[in-house]
C-alpha cells in the first residue's frame, strides 16, 4: 500500500505550511506559505478541485500541471526540473510516482517522500520534502540509473545535465532580491521586478564566489527587513550552482511564477551508468510574512538546532595575518600574543607564513611542514607561550592549493588540477590541488593531521583563494570535470579531520567570503565573511551576510586605524563597535596601538565577554529606515529580556535629524531601560545636542521608555557625523 499516494498532504510548523496534492502522475505543490491550519476532508478537496489553471488559448488541451518534477510533457515550457540525455537520445523525461511516504512530526514539520520511475530515462528517483519545526523546507533529490526500466537496457550511460528543484509562488510576488559582490565587498544586495521570463543567477567558480546568489528571495513589493511576504531559496552546497526565478505568461499551474535551485553541473560531470547514483545538494526554501528578518530568523533557528552547532562560548580571537604577514619572526610575534594577552584576547591564530619555503605568497603551498629555516625550535616556543596565558592556539591552512614553486608539485606535477595538455593561468601565484585522487588527498590529509597532533591544534582557519578555472582531472587517463567530486573530497577531507580530531574547530575562508553557504557550514564552526576589516564596508556584509548565518558564525575582526584592503581611516571606537556583534576578533599589529589605544580594547573585549551570551543567541533584526546612510540593527533575547542595537551612520545624507526611529523587535507592552553603551567611546555628532531622551540614557541608570514608545511610535536618534556609530543596551523591567 501507498502511504499518502492520491491524497492531500500537509506539512505545517511555525505558522507556515506545504499542502502536496499526490492524485498526479507526479505530486505538484497546492500551497506553501502562511499556515491554512489543519485541513479537513472538505477543505483539502476544495483547495485541489481549485487548484488547476485554466485551458488558455493556443495551449494544450488540457490544463497545464506544475508538478515537483515540471517536464514538457506537462505542457511546461519553462526551466525544467532535469536536463540531460543518453548519446542524445532520452531527452523528454517522464517520470511517474511509484510510491508516497508522509510522516508528520509531534514537534512540528514532518516529511514526504516520493519514489519515481522513468521509463525514458531508465532512471529511479527519491524525493524527500522536510519541514522541520522553524518553518524551513529541505529538499533532497538522489538519482540512480536504473537498466530494467528500459526496453533497450539502457547500454549508454545518462548524462545529467542539470537537476534542480523548483516550486511555484503567487502573483504577488512582484520583487526579486538576490547578491552579487567582489573580492572585499561580498553579499552586496540587488533588487529589481520579476519580469516575464527567466532571472538565471549561475555560480560557476569551483565555489560560490565572492559575486555568490547566495539567498534569492521572491518578495512582495512591500518587501523590507520587518514587512511583507517573501519565498526565498539557497543550495547547501560549495561548489556550482543555479539559480532561477521565472514568470511565463501562462503561468505555474495556478500560480505566477517559480523559484529553484539546482547544483551546476558541467558537459559530462554527471554520466550515470546502470546502477550509478547522483545524490543532488539539499535544496532549501522560506517563507516568511515577516519580511527578511522573517526569513533570517528561520534558517538562524535551524542551524542553532543542529547537534554540531557551536555550544561554548565564541572565543576573543586575534589572527596574525595584518598584524605581521609572511614576517614570521618570534620576537615580534612573542610581543603581539603578550599584548593580545593584556586585552583579554582567548585564541591566538597564526595565519600564513608558517610552512616550507613560505616567505611571501609564490611559493610553499603543498608543502605543510614547519619552516625550519624560520622556526629552528618548531612552532613549540610560540604555542607554549600561547598555552602560558591560557589561550587557545588556531593555524592558517590552504590546502586546496598548492604553488608551482613547492616540493609537492615537483613531485608530483600530475597533482594539479587542470588540462593535461596545458595549465591555464595561475591566480595569486598559485593552482588547485586534484583532490580527487587518492594520493593527493591523503598527503594533504595526514600532513594537516601531522601538524594538529603535533601542536594539539585547537582551530584551523581553512582558505581557498583562487576560483576553479578549467577544473577537470586526468586522473583516470582523460581530462573529465571535477568540480563536484573535488567539492565532495573537501567534504570528506574536513569530515575526515574532524573524527580523528573531536575538539578541533574550523573557520572556512575563500578569499574572504567567497565560500559561504550551508554545506561548508555542516563541516565548519565559522565564516570568515570578507577579508575586508574597513568598518564601514564591514557593516554592510555583516549585515546582509545574517541573512543567513547568525552572528555566532560570522568572524568580525578590529582592523588597524588604515584598512588594509581599503586604504580608508577610521576612528578606534567606530571599528570596535562594528567589530563587536558578530564573533569578534583582532587583526592588527597591537604593538603599534599606544597605553589608552589598549585600555579601550580591553574595555571592548570585557564588553563582548558581557554580551555574547546574547549576541549568540538572540533573533537578529534591522530597522526599516527612509535614509540608507544610516543603519539600525540589533540583536533580542530569545526571551525578550534584553536587547542591543547599533545605530550608525556611513555617510552625509540629505536630512538633518532622524525623526522618529522604531526599534524592531521589542514587545510594545513592556517597558525597557534604555543605556547608551560608551565604554568603546563617544560618536562624533553632527548637531549641538542629544535628544533629551537619549542624554538620560548616557548616565548610569539610564533612562525607563514603554515598548509602546520605542517600537510602535518610534525615538528621535542622534545624528552622527559619517562612519560613527552607538551602542545601545535595552533590558526589560516590566
Request: glycine share 10%; net charge negative; with cysteine.
Amino acid at each position: 500500500m501507498l502511504d499518502g499516494y492520491g491524497a492531500v498532504l500537509v506539512l505545517r510548523a511555525a505558522g507556515t505550511s506545504l499542502v502536496l496534492d499526490t492524485a498526479g502522475r507526479v505530486p505538484r505543490v497546492l500551497h506553501w506559505g502562511a499556515d491554512l491550519g489543519p485541513l479537513d476532508a472538505a477543505a483539502a478537496d476544495a483547495l485541489r478541485e481549485s487548484g488547476g489553471p485554466a485551458v488558455l488559448n493556443n495551449s494544450p488541451d488540457i490544463p497545464r500541471t506544475f508538478s515537483l518534477w515540471p517536464t514538457e510533457f506537462e505542457g511546461w515550457a519553462g526551466t525544467p526540473a532535469q536536463e540531460g540525455h543518453a548519446a542524445g537520445s532520452a531527452t523528454t523525461p517522464r517520470p511517474a510516482t511509484e510510491a508516497v511516504r508522509h510522516r508528520v512530526d509531534a514537534a512540528g514539520g514532518g516529511t514526504v517522500e516520493i519514489d519515481l520511475a522513468d521509463e525514458i530515462t531508465a532512471l529511479r528517483s527519491t524525493m524527500t520534502i522536510a519541514l522541520d519545526r522553524f518553518g524551513v523546507l529541505s529538499v533532497d533529490v538522489t538519482m540512480m540509473r536504473d537498466a530494467s526500466l528500459a526496453s533497450d537496457g539502457a547500454a549508454v550511460p545518462y548524462t545529467l545535465d542539470a537537476l534542480r528543484v523548483l516550486l511555484p509562488v503567487p502573483e504577488r510576488a512582484v520583487d526579486i532580491l538576490d547578491f552579487t559582490g567582489k573580492w572585499c565587498r561580498e553579499r552586496a544586495p540587488q533588487r529589481g521586478p520579476l519580469f516575464f521570463g527567466s532571472h538565471v543567477r549561475r555560480a560557476r567558480r569551483g565555489k560560490p564566489g565572492h559575486d555568490a546568489p547566495f539567498l534569492v528571495v521572491a518578495g512582495t513589493e512591500d518587501l523590507g527587513f520587518g514587512r511583507g511576504e517573501a519565498w526565498a531559496t539557497h543550495l547547501a552546497w560549495s561548489g556550482d550552482a543555479e539559480y532561477v526565478v521565472e514568470r511565463l505568461t501562462e503561468g505555474a499551474g495556478a500560480l505566477s511564477a517559480t523559484i529553484g535551485v539546482g547544483e551546476g553541473l558541467r558537459p559530462g560531470e554527471i554520466a550515470l551508468a546502470d546502477g550509478d547514483r547522483y545524490v543532488a545538494p539539499t535544496a532549501l526554501f522560506v517563507w516568511s510574512d515577516a519580511g527578511l528578518d522573517g526569513l533570517a530568523d528561520r534558517l538562524h533557528r535551524r542551524l542553532r538546532a543542529r547537534p554540531s552547532h557551536p555550544r561554548s562560548p565564541r572565543p576573543l580571537t586575534l589572527n596574525s595575518w595584518e598584524a605581521v604577514y609572511f614576517d614570521h619572526d618570534l620576537t615580534r610575534l612573542t610581543a603581539l600574543v603578550e599584548r593580545a594577552a593584556r586585552v583579554g584576547v582567548e585564541r591566538v591564530v597564526l595565519d600564513d607564513g608558517w610552512f616550507h619555503g613560505r616567505r611571501d605568497d609564490n611559493a610553499g603551498l603543498g608543502d605543510w611542514v614547519v619552516d625550519r629555516a624560520v622556526w629552528p625550535d618548531g612552532l613549540s616556543p610560540l604555542v607554549d607561550l600561547v598555552r602560558s596565558h591560557g589561550m587557545q592556539f588556531g593555524i592558517w591552512f590552504e590546502p586546496e592549493m598548492v604553488n608551482l614553486d613547492s616540493d609537492l608539485a615537483r613531485a608530483h606535477p600530475d597533482w594539479v588540477l587542470g588540462p593535461r595538455q596545458q595549465l591555464g593561468a595561475t591566480a595569486r601565484s598559485q593552482y588547485v590541488l586534484d583532490l580527487t585522487r587518492p594520493d593527493a588527498y591523503e598527503h594533504v590529509l595526514d600532513q594537516i593531521s601531522a601538524i594538529v597532533d603535533e601542536y594539539a591544534v585547537d582551530y584551523i582557519k581553512w582558505d581557498h583563494n583562487r576560483d576553479l578555472s578549467e577544473a577537470v582531472s586526468g586522473f583516470v587517463g582523460v581530462d573529465r570535470p571535477a568540480v563536484h567530486e573535488q567539492t565532495l573530497a573537501l567534504y570528506r577531507m574536513l569530515d575526515t579531520l574532524r573524527a580523528r580530531h573531536p575538539h578541533l574547530e574550523i573557520e572556512t575562508c575563500s578569499g574572504g567570503g567567497g565560500r559561504v553557504d550551508l554545506g561548508i557550514l555542516d563541516r565548519t564552526d565559522r565564516v570568515w565573511a570578507s577579508d575586508c576589516n574597513d568598518p564601514v564596508e564591514r557593516l554592510q556584509i555583516e549585515r546582509w551576510t545574517r541573512m543567513l548565518l547568525p552572528p555566532e558564525l560570522i568572524g568580525s575582526h578590529l582592523g588597524a586605524e588604515r584598512s588594509h584592503t581599503t586604504s580608508r581611516r577610521t576612528d578606534l571606537s567606530f571599528r570596535l563597535t562594528v567589530a563587536l556583534t558578530a564573533h569578534a576578533g583582532i587583526e592588527w599589529d597591537l604593538q603599534e596601538a599606544s597605553d589608552a589605544e589598549l585600555d579601550l580594547i580591553t574595555r571592548w573585549g570585557a564588553l563582548y565577554r558581557e554580551l555574547r551570551g546574547l549576541l549568540h543567541s538572540g533573533r537578529v533584526v534591522n530597522a526599516d529606515l527612509a535614509d540608507d546612510a544610516t543603519v539600525l540593527s540589533g540583536i533580542v533575547a530569545a526571551d525578550g529580556s534584553r536587547a542591543v542595537y547599533t545605530w550608525a551612520r556611513l555617510a552625509t545624507s540629505a536630512p538633518g535629524q532622524s525623526g522618529r526611529v522604531r526599534f524592531p523587535g521589542l514587545d510594545q507592552d513592556a517597558v525597557y531601560t534604555v543605556r547608551v553603551r560608551d565604554e568603546l567611546g563617544v560618536a562624533s555628532r553632527h548637531q549641538s545636542a542629544d535628544p533629551s531622551w537619549v542624554t538620560a540614557a548616557l548616565t548610569p541608570d539610564g533612562v525607563s521608555l514603554p515598548g509602546a514608545v520605542l517600537a510602535v511610535a518610534g525615538v528621535p536618534l542622534p545624528t552622527l557625523n559619517p562612519q560613527q556609530a552607538m551602542l545601545l543596551d535595552l533590558v526589560r523591567t516590566a
